[in-house]
C-alpha cells in the first residue's frame, strides 16, 4: 500500500509536469487514438464488405481485438518505456544508479516513467468495446461482467509479464530490442484475428508457446459465447489464472537476470 501511495503521488506530479506542455501531451494522446480508431475502423470495413469474418461480426472482432489492445495499454503505461526497454538503461549506466536505492528495481522503474501516450489507445478502446457490448444480441449476464473484469485483470499480467520477460532479456544480451520487437509485436498480431482463421499449428503457438491467445481469444470465446471444446472452455475460463502465474514467473526471469548483472563498467 505504501508503494502504490508512492506511484499514484508520482503519477499525479508526472502528469502535472506534463501539462506543462500542454500541446505535446494531448497531441501524443491524439495520435495514438487516431491511429487505434484507424485500426477499429478497418475492421468495420472487413466486415461490412464480407459480413463476418469465420463467424465474428464487428462487435465480436471489436471485443477480440479490444481486449488485446486495452490490456497492452494498460501494461504499457506501467512497464513499457522503462522495463520493455531495459537495455536502454543498461547501456547508459542509468541502471547502476538505481541499485543502490532502497527499493525495488521494477518499482522503480515503474515511477521513472509514465506512459501517458497509451491513454489515448485506452479512451478509443473502451469506446468501442463499449459500443460492441451494446449492440451484441444478447445481455452480458452478471457473470459474465465478473469473467470480463478478471480476464482483464489476467491479460493486463500476461501483457506485463511479456514486457518484463523480454526487456530482462537484456541481462543476457544488450541487443535484444529487435527480438522483443519480433516477439512482442510480430507474433502477438496474429490474436488481432480468430486463431479459427489459421492454421492448426499457428494455434497452439500462440497458445502454448506463447500465450498471447490467452490475452483475449480464449476470453472472448467465453464471453461471446463462442466455445465449441472442452479445451477452449477450460484455457478461457482459467486464463486468468495463468496470468498470475506468467507474471510471477517473469518476475523470477528479471531476478535471475538481475543477479548475472554486474555494472555498465563506466
Not at 501511495?5 to 506534463?18: A, E, H, L
Not at 514486457?163 to 541487443?175: A, D, V
Not at 482463421?197 to 490475452?215: D, E, K, N, V
Amino acid at each position: 500500500m505504501d508503494f502504490l501511495d508512492i506511484y499514484f503521488s508520482y503519477v499525479k506530479m508526472f502528469i502535472k509536469s506534463r501539462m506543462e506542455y500542454r500541446f505535446s501531451f494531448f497531441s501524443g494522446m491524439l495520435a495514438n487514438f487516431y491511429c487505434y480508431f484507424i485500426t477499429y475502423t478497418t475492421f468495420w470495413v472487413i466486415t461490412s464488405k464480407f459480413t463476418a469474418i469465420a463467424g465474428w461480426s464487428f462487435e465480436d472482432m471489436s471485443i477480440l481485438y479490444g481486449l488485446n489492445l486495452l490490456t497492452y495499454s494498460l501494461a504499457g503505461t506501467l512497464f513499457w518505456y522503462t522495463v520493455f526497454h531495459l537495455e536502454n538503461e543498461i547501456t547508459t549506466g542509468n541502471l547502476d544508479s538505481y541499485l543502490i536505492r532502497p527499493i525495488g528495481l521494477i518499482k522503480q522503474m515503474m515511477c521513472r516513467r509514465f506512459g501517458d501516450t497509451f491513454i489515448g489507445q485506452i479512451i478509443v478502446t473502451l469506446f468501442f468495446m463499449a459500443a460492441a457490448v451494446i449492440n451484441i444480441n444478447y445481455r452480458l449476464t452478471v457473470w459474465s461482467w465478473l469473467y470480463l473484469i478478471m480476464a482483464v485483470f489476467g491479460g493486463v499480467l500476461i501483457q506485463s509479464g511479456a514486457m518484463i520477460i523480454l526487456g530482462s532479456l537484456s541481462f543476457w544480451t544488450l541487443h535484444s530490442t529487435e527480438l522483443s520487437d519480433i516477439v512482442y509485436y510480430g507474433i502477438r498480431n496474429f490474436v488481432h484475428y480468430p486463431l479459427s482463421i489459421f492454421p492448426g499449428y499457428i494455434r497452439i503457438i500462440l497458445t502454448y508457446i506463447f500465450p498471447w491467445a490467452l490475452i483475449n481469444y480464449y476470453p472472448s470465446l467465453i464471453i461471446l459465447r463462442k466455445v465449441q471444446t472442452a479445451e477452449e472452455f477450460v484455457l478461457g475460463i482459467f486464463s486468468p489464472v495463468l496470468g498470475i502465474l506468467f507474471f510471477l514467473l517473469s518476475i523470477f526471469v528479471f531476478n535471475r537476470g538481475l543477479r548475472k548483472y554486474t555494472g555498465s563498467g563506466s
